[in-house]
């Protein structure tokens, strides 16, 4: 099977190989992956800034869709032709989260390849069924971006009908984030710097959308647009850069979901959380329950992921190049 390989960091030296057919175990189901697509995690495997020493070669990205092509012996929850996703930490099932649950998760070293191949055999307790009117492709933006959205709101932030989100830019979290923001009954607030998205933003159900470049001091804005209570939760993906700022947009009490660290070195003053009593929380995606709550919301809902931009196998490069960028609006995806 072909599979993509990070022998050597950078983004030039993702190298394409052929590799054996995985062969399933008695518990396992082998998927023959149909998309996968990239989260701002996977730029920092291919590069090195993740996890400078991981294990080499290793195969990169969380993020998959597929079908079922084969099973062991054991298996009793999929059959063949099942369309599955697997989850992003394979042995994180319920409950909090612990390192050796983290340690099992996708495309972040040899032990736990990820899903830039063509096969790939996963226990079956690794998997969950995709929502039926979803394609391949807007699959594939759910394990990671879409469950750490859901995992920020839903569950730290119990996101309630009638309170305030803020929302920073336009990546796959960011705008899962506002999705089910409005799927909640939510008044969403987001930032972007680009006045073509301002556009796209109100069009998804932003109610108020901020232009960050044109109004830097866009925490004040926020602040006025609340009548200076200031939000209730902030999905926080710009790490030190936006934090202060966030902080400065959430109101006393509220609740900031720490997911990201996008930007540079910022003005993070400590003395704000405690002095507003705010929660602020760093979210580590989530557990195959929560992804299973999510799945149902989306299909009672109907919701589908935000595809950007599709990209060919053999695009793989292209397609982390394109998303470096920050030009893109939603999910980048590869088809495989």
């Known amino acids: 099977m072909k599979a993509y390989e990070v022998q050597k960091f950078g983004i030039e030296d993702l ?5 054996d057919q995985p062969q399933v175990k008695p518990t396992e189901a082998l998927v023959k992956f149909h998309a996968a697509s990239l ?3 996977d730029l920092m495997v291919v590069t090195g800034t993740y996890n400078p020493r991981m294990k080499l070669p290793a195969v990169p990205l969380s993020d998959g869709s597929g079908e079922v092509v084969a099973i062991g012996d054991s298996v009793t ?3 063949v032709g099942d369309r599955v996703m697997p989850i992003f930490a394979q042995q994180w099932f319920d409950g909090d989260t612990s390192e050796e649950k983290r340690r099992t998760s996708l495309g972040a070293g040899a032990q736990w390849d990820g899903v830039l191949r063509e096969f790939g055999a996963f226990d079956e307790t690794g998997l969950v069924r995709i929502p039926d009117h979803l394609s391949f492709e807007e699959a594939a933006c759910l394990p990671c971006a879409g469950v750490t959205a859901w995992h920020a709101l839903a569950m730290s932030g119990r996101l309630k009908a009638g309170e305030t989100v803020l929302t920073l830019g336009t990546g796959g979290v960011s705008i899962f984030a506002l999705q089910f923001a409005k799927l909640f009954g939510a008044r969403v607030i987001s930032t972007t710097g680009s006045e073509e998205k301002v556009e796209r933003l109100r069009q998804l159900g932003a109610d108020e959308v901020i232009n960050y470049r044109s109004r830097e001091d866009w925490d004040s804005a926020v602040v006025e647009m609340t009548d200076k209570r200031g939000v209730d939760h902030v999905v926080e993906v710009g790490g030190s850069g936006t934090l202060g700022k966030s902080l400065a947009s ?4 509220g609740h900031v979901a720490m997911i990201g660290a ?5 003005d993070f003053n400590p003395i704000t959380v405690f002095m507003k009593a705010v929660r602020l929380q760093g979210i580590f995606v989530g557990s195959k329950a929560m992804f299973e709550d999510m799945n149902r919301a989306i299909e009672v809902a109907k919701l589908k992921p935000v595809v950007d931009r599709v990209f ?3 695009e793989a490069r292209e397609a982390m190049k394109y998303m470096q960028t920050g030009a893109h609006f939603g999910k980048v995806v590869i088809s495989i």
């Open 77 to 79: 929850k999929w059959k």
């Open 39 to 41: 989260n701002y995690r």
């Open 15 to 19: 190298a394409l190989v052929e590799r």
């Open 262 to 266: 996008l930007t540079g070195p910022g």
């Open 250 to 253: 959430v109101r006393l009490g």
């Open 312 to 314: 060919g196998f053999g």
